[in-house]
């Protein structure tokens, strides 16, 4: 595909007015040269009133992937507009096999903060998607994809053991240390998929940042994540298929469906605990595997679901993750990356699903 040059910017500043969230007070907002000023701007168009909150953000999304693997640059465009018309400005793309940074040279396309590819034991994760690595050549593979990323690494933490029959951890721990150490050595957080219990103990034990899924979780190991700061991104809207996942699996592997059967059935309980014990929190949707993009709003819903209140659910989708991310909200001269709600989402959490109005980079883009 060619890849289209920038829209100019709004020649006519631009003015929203509403309730500005997290604060929930009733401001103006304009939009001068694609930043934000609480200023009044003589001349310009109001483009949109509601509840306004700082632009949404997927956690944990693949914009270049499929079920299938990489996916050609037309299919990733469609990934990207699809995201940026459900509100998300910001994404965590959370390993992908393909190239997107030409996506950076796109005004009308979401920002993209990139963990390079996943790293996986060798047939130890689906085919196409990851480097298929040993243990020895672990901290080789993380430099290099520190390298590639903006500041994230993911592992491939636990995947079906086909000798057991069921999950079973992908790294021993002494790989793992060193591992996450030349991660940060480099610079980058290093982040991990994990279903089943067993492999939590070591991938938090050697330090690691972030936790994907995390549906095995404990409450010793809830602890500590709360006593590290680890962060957690349990795609709600995946735990959700878990048993469309064990029914698939069950004649060949009755173990794991069974496993994966007991995590479904707890998992609000154990992503609450998560919550309640002061783990932070965040929302990915899971895109661009057998998920379709432009869920984050039911994963917002799946949150609230699992105990978290309505505002630390929306600010697990924006205000929050923009700042766990390295990325600003809606202060005075900040970007103009901001959803416009039709209803207050606090008494209507269903409001974030529809928004009436998206504004990235100071354009009007939905």
Same mark, same amino acid.
């Given at each position: 595909?060619?890849?289209?040059?920038?829209?100019?910017?709004?020649?006519?500043?631009?003015?929203?007015?509403?309730?500005?969230?997290?604060? *929930? @007070?009733?401001?103006?907002?304009?939009?001068?040269?694609?930043?934000?000023?609480?200023?009044?701007?003589?001349?310009?168009?109001?483009?949109?009133?509601?509840?306004?909150?700082?632009?949404?953000?997927?956690?944990?999304?693949?914009?270049?992937?499929?079920?299938?693997?990489?996916?050609?640059?037309?299919?990733?465009?469609?990934?990207?507009?699809?995201?940026?018309?459900?509100?998300? =400005?910001?994404? *965590?793309?959370?390993?992908?096999?393909?190239?997107?940074?030409?996506?950076? +040279?796109?005004?009308?396309?979401?920002?993209?903060?990139?963990?390079?590819?996943?790293?996986?034991?060798?047939? *130890?994760?689906?085919?196409?998607?990851?480097?298929?690595?040993? %243990? +020895?050549?672990?901290?080789?593979?993380? *430099?290099? @994809?520190?390298?590639?990323?903006?500041?994230?690494?993911?592992?491939?933490?636990?995947?079906?053991?086909? !000798?057991?029959?069921? =999950?079973?951890?992908?790294?021993?721990?002494?790989?793992?240390? %060193?591992?996450?150490?030349?991660?940060?050595?480099?610079?980058?957080?290093?982040?991990?998929?994990?279903?089943?219990?067993?492999?939590?103990?070591?991938? $938090?034990?050697?330090?690691?940042?972030?936790?994907?899924?995390?549906?095995?979780?404990?409450?010793?190991?809830?602890? $500590?994540?709360?006593?590290?700061?680890?962060?957690?991104?349990?795609?709600?809207?995946? $735990?959700?298929?878990?048993?469309?996942?064990?029914?698939?699996?069950?004649?060949?592997?009755?173990?794991?469906?069974?496993?994966?059967?007991?995590?479904?059935?707890?998992?609000?309980?154990?992503?609450?605990?998560?919550?309640?014990?002061?783990?932070? &929190?965040?929302?990915?949707?899971?895109?661009?595997?057998?998920?379709?993009?432009?869920?984050?709003?039911?994963?917002?819903?799946?949150?609230?679901?699992?105990?978290? %209140?309505?505002?630390?659910?929306?600010?697990?989708?924006?205000?929050?993750?923009?700042?766990?991310?390295?990325?600003?909200? $809606?202060?005075?001269? !900040?970007?103009?990356?901001?959803? &416009?709600?039709?209803?207050?989402?606090?008494?209507? =959490?269903?409001?974030?699903?529809?928004?009436?109005?998206?504004?990235?980079?100071?354009?009007?883009?939905?």
């Amino acid at each position: 595909m060619q890849h289209r040059p920038s829209a100019p910017l709004h020649a006519t500043p631009l003015h929203v007015s509403g309730v500005v969230l997290p604060d *929930r @007070e009733h401001r103006d907002v304009w939009v001068v040269d694609g930043r934000v000023t609480y200023t009044p701007v003589a001349g310009a168009e109001t483009v949109a009133t509601g509840w306004v909150l700082p632009g949404l953000v997927d956690a944990h999304c693949h914009i270049g992937l499929d079920e299938h693997g990489p996916v050609p640059e037309d299919v990733v465009e469609v990934q990207a507009c699809t995201d940026r018309d459900a509100g998300v =400005l910001l994404v *965590r793309d959370a390993g992908a096999a393909s190239d997107t940074r030409w996506v950076d +040279e796109r005004d009308d396309l979401p920002r993209i903060v990139r963990a390079g590819r996943h790293i996986a034991r060798t047939k *130890r994760y689906i085919r196409n998607y990851a480097h298929e690595v040993e %243990p +020895e050549d672990l901290v080789a593979y993380v *430099r290099a @994809e520190a390298r590639r990323g903006d500041g994230w690494v993911k592992l491939v933490g636990d995947w079906i053991d086909r !000798d057991k029959g069921d =999950l079973g951890p992908c790294w021993p721990r002494e790989a793992l240390g %060193p591992a996450i150490a030349a991660a940060h050595e480099c610079g980058a957080r290093v982040t991990a998929h994990v279903f089943g219990e067993e492999a939590l103990v070591d991938l $938090l034990g050697a330090g690691i940042d972030c936790i994907e899924h995390g549906s095995g979780l404990t409450d010793d190991l809830v602890r $500590l994540m709360a006593e590290r700061g680890v962060g957690l991104v349990p795609t709600m809207i995946n $735990l959700d298929l878990f048993e469309d996942y064990a029914a698939q699996a069950e004649a060949k592997f009755p173990a794991f469906a069974s496993h994966l059967r007991d995590l479904h059935v707890r998992r609000h309980a154990t992503i609450g605990a998560a919550y309640e014990a002061g783990v932070p &929190v965040f929302a990915g949707t899971d895109a661009g595997g057998v998920l379709p993009h432009g869920l984050l709003g039911q994963e917002v819903l799946g949150l609230a679901a699992a105990g978290l %209140p309505a505002g630390e659910a929306l600010g697990a989708a924006s205000w929050r993750a923009r700042t766990w991310l390295g990325h600003p909200a $809606l202060e005075e001269g !900040d970007p103009a990356d901001l959803v &416009v709600l039709p209803a207050d989402p606090y008494d209507d =959490l269903q409001a974030v699903t529809s928004p009436s109005r998206v504004v990235l980079r100071g354009r009007v883009v939905a």
